[in-house]
């Protein structure tokens, strides 16, 4: 027997299973992660409070800190957004005005999809996005104490990764725990104006072979997700699909 549906309703599944070995797992991962609010600026630098943003899902936050992002949910599921902007000067004979930005967003959609054979199926979509951007105008102080603009160059850098997490009916007849992960290609960008100091600036003002690997292979990366939380997941729903077939 192949069974459409496994649990009660939504609420259900959502209490007993999602939340305690989904959504909080994944949220205490992303409140272990370092705060970009404290990345910038270097020891050196000074931070300009008026064009710096600090937003926070779920919460109120400030450029001071205070409490986490949390996922917030809507109709369609459940949102999560860490989005930190800051403007910084580094002072010097040779100064410089940056921005260093990060956007850290994660979606978990519950609904029904259909299957393969076309029979509607309890299906958990997760998407996670990183964007990182770094902007640099720097200037140069003469002998004579005019300034000397040298030029600008800024970077950016979109990471994302996408699993959807179905109940599917399999050549045995049984209904199993499929996981489907898609992982986007990098989406990089980088410009320069004006006599800026180097030609890469994507290269100069952010690691991204760093940042690349810290997001595929860091807590809240797709392997960790799929293999460590979705696995749990699996092996507490599986029991209950079996016993509904027999």
């Known amino acids: 027997m192949v069974i459409e549906r496994p649990y009660a309703d939504r609420d259900e599944f959502l209490q007993r299973y999602l939340k305690p070995l989904l959504m909080d797992p994944l949220q205490d991962r992303l409140n272990s992660l370092p705060d970009f609010l404290f990345s910038q600026p270097e020891s050196d630098g000074r931070l300009d409070r008026e064009d710096s943003v600090n937003e926070k899902s779920g919460t109120g936050a400030s450029l001071l800190g205070g409490q986490r992002a949390r996922f917030v949910e809507g109709k369609a599921g459940w949102h999560y957004r860490d989005h930190v902007l800051l403007a910084w000067q580094q002072a010097g004979p040779t100064s410089h005005a940056r921005e260093s930005e990060q956007d850290l967003q994660f979606s978990v959609v519950l609904s029904e999809q259909p ?5 509607p199926r309890l299906t958990v979509d997760i998407h996670g996005s990183l964007m990182r951007y770094e902007w640099d105008s720097v200037s140069q102080t003469l002998a004579d104490g ?5 030029g600008k160059g800024w970077a950016r850098a979109t990471l994302q990764w996408s699993l959807r997490v179905q109940c599917i009916a399999g050549t045995d007849g049984r209904v199993h725990v499929v996981a489907r992960p898609r992982k986007a290609p990098p989406v990089m960008d980088a410009r320069t104006a004006g006599a800026y ?5 994507l290269q100069h003002l952010m690691n991204i072979q760093r940042i690349s690997h810290q997001w595929e292979h860091g807590t809240v990366g797709l392997g960790a997700v799929q293999g460590v939380l979705v696995a749990r997941l699996a092996a507490a729903i599986e029991p209950v699909l079996r016993w509904h077939e027999d």
């Open 197 to 201: 100091i180097v030609s890469d600036p």
């Open 146 to 150: 005019r300034s000397l603009h040298l």
């Open 115 to 119: 299957d393969m054979a076309g029979i």
